[in-house]
């Protein structure tokens, strides 16, 4: 018996009187029902609001039961039937709030033990009232495996075969990897995707993987909760950190199941500290770039203002999609804001820690969790104990050599020749600066140069620098204090 057949007829025969299945692929919940019909030993009715209700578990097409079109007649209709049921209600979630449904709901759930009916409420998005949760629950539709999707990009294949009277051009590695990024999705999503790379012109090339990507992802959109950037930043755009750059690239065949990491165990995550503009956030989009994988950009300022009071929830579903983008990189810029140890919104903060370290501790899919933060008396110390994340990096101010890379490639990023400047001068000048201080002090050296009507130069950029006041002298107390925590407690970054 398949997977699926057996959970959905242990979730009905658990005597629970609501379920609730949140999925956009009706066909697929309905075909679910009608080949699990016979073990039910009850009939099976699909409803929606321009139809009516149904049965859909005789084989054939059934008569539509008059008069049962609107919310109230169909749930009144179940409530006088004294012959047990299974009715599914599509689109129902306009409706479950109303009170008068919301009772009569109530009342077909509690008369369970005298008529055995199933209300399954298919939605793509479902919020169940409060006085209904005791009564339900939810049944997840599984997944299409990498042999199903496979079968899919075959028969899709196949299809625009016979069409054009030619093959599709692909190759093993490029088809391997298709369906690797077709994993989280549903089987009509899928085929919706698969479709996208051949239909342009009948072949599957590398150049596909990135737009079925951001195509998937459209799919999954959690409305400026999660952001999705497939182009992420090559590590060459990152000066120094090169512990790091050397740990992720001993960690790269095992995150991507290489048979040459065989036996080892796949990384999981890593915390970047550090200060201000020291290149953190960058150093976490190139963790994409050097993996080749997309990246996931988990805004915590928006999971709480967007969804207050559900909090947990969406955070609960944007971990699932990211599971679903998977393989992919979580990255969770200043996650301090969103886990802060006591404060006014220690509740809310508490039960976002709680979902997040369970899901961090059980997720089996290939998610690379990168935390970024720049104040640790705020995070909490279950966050931080060993085995939370693979490594803590600290990322410093960069060093004298660091400095001179930096000049180099922002220079470079503006199509200046690095020959002309005195790339040495500039790095000693610019001592205690980060990396996004060197930057501002090159765009601020453009303005000065337009302005009197110059090419830039080494001496107006060491002007620009002579004026700034860096973060390490503004707030040196706080610098110095947290160089001197990381110290003993992270490895450095470079």
């Known amino acids: ?23 956009h692929d009706e066909d697929r919940v309905r075909k679910l029902f009608a080949g699990a019909a016979i073990r039910f030993a009850k009939p099976i009715h699909s409803w929606s609001i321009t139809e009516g209700l149904r049965r859909i578990d005789l084989g054939h097409e059934s008569h539509l039961i008059e008069q049962t079109q609107e919310p109230e007649a169909v749930l009144s209709h179940i409530k006088n039937n004294i012959y047990p049921g299974v009715f599914l209600l599509m689109d129902f979630h306009p409706y479950v709030a109303e009170a008068l449904h919301t009772r009569l709901i109530k009342e077909i759930a509690l008369n369970y033990a005298n008529v055995a009916h199933t209300i399954v409420f298919v939605s793509h998005n479902f919020s169940i009232p409060s006085e209904l949760k005791r009564l339900s629950a939810t049944f997840e539709l599984h997944l299409p495996t990498a042999e199903v999707l496979e079968k899919i990009v075959r028969e899709e294949a196949n299809a625009w075969a016979k069409t054009h009277q030619r093959r599709v051009k692909t190759d093993a590695k490029t088809l391997a990897l298709l369906v690797r990024n077709l994993r989280g999705v549903s089987l009509n999503d899928a085929r919706q995707l698969v479709r996208k790379a051949i239909y342009n012109d009948g072949a599957i090339t590398l150049a596909d993987i990135p737009v079925i990507t951001k195509a998937k992802y459209e799919m999954l959109d959690m409305e400026g909760v999660l952001s999705f950037e497939f182009h992420t930043a090559e590590f060459s755009e990152v000066g120094g950190l090169k512990n790091l750059k050397r740990w992720l690239d001993q960690r790269k065949a095992a995150f991507h199941g290489d048979q040459s990491a065989l036996g080892l165990d796949p990384p999981r995550g890593m915390m970047l500290l550090g200060v201000q503009g020291g290149g953190k956030s960058l150093a976490a989009k190139s963790v994409a770039g050097m993996w080749g994988i997309p990246l996931l950009r988990l805004d915590f300022g928006a999971l709480y203002n967007k969804f207050y009071g559900e909090t947990e929830r969406n955070l609960r579903q944007s971990l699932q999609i990211a599971e679903a983008m998977s393989p992919c990189v979580l990255w969770m810029d200043e996650i301090e804001k969103g886990v802060a140890a006591g404060g006014s919104d220690a509740g809310p903060s508490q039960r976002v820690l709680g979902t997040l370290l369970t899901w961090m501790a059980e997720r089996e899919a290939s998610v690379f969790m990168v935390a970024t933060a720049n104040d640790i008396t705020n995070l909490p110390p279950e966050l931080m104990r060993k085995g939370r994340f693979d490594e803590i990096f600290f990322v ?70 002579r004026i700034t006041r860096p973060l390490s002298v503004v707030m040196a107390e706080q610098v110095s204090a947290l160089q001197t925590w990381a110290a003993s407690r992270t490895v450095p970054a470079d």
Do not use: C, W
């Open 1 to 23: 018996m398949d997977n699926e057949v057996h959970d959905l007829i242990v979730t009905i025969e658990s005597h629970i009187p609501i379920v609730v299945i949140e999925s």
């Open 396 to 465: 410093d101010l960069p060093n004298a050599e660091t400095r001179h890379l930096i000049f180099e490639i922002h220079l470079k990023k503006r199509k200046f020749t690095t020959e002309s400047f005195n790339l040495a001068e500039l790095a000693v000048a610019s001592e205690g600066f980060s990396g996004a201080e060197i930057e501002q002090a090159i765009v601020s050296g453009l303005y000065a140069a337009q302005a009197d009507k110059m090419r830039l130069n080494t001496a107006i950029v060491l002007a620009e620098i």
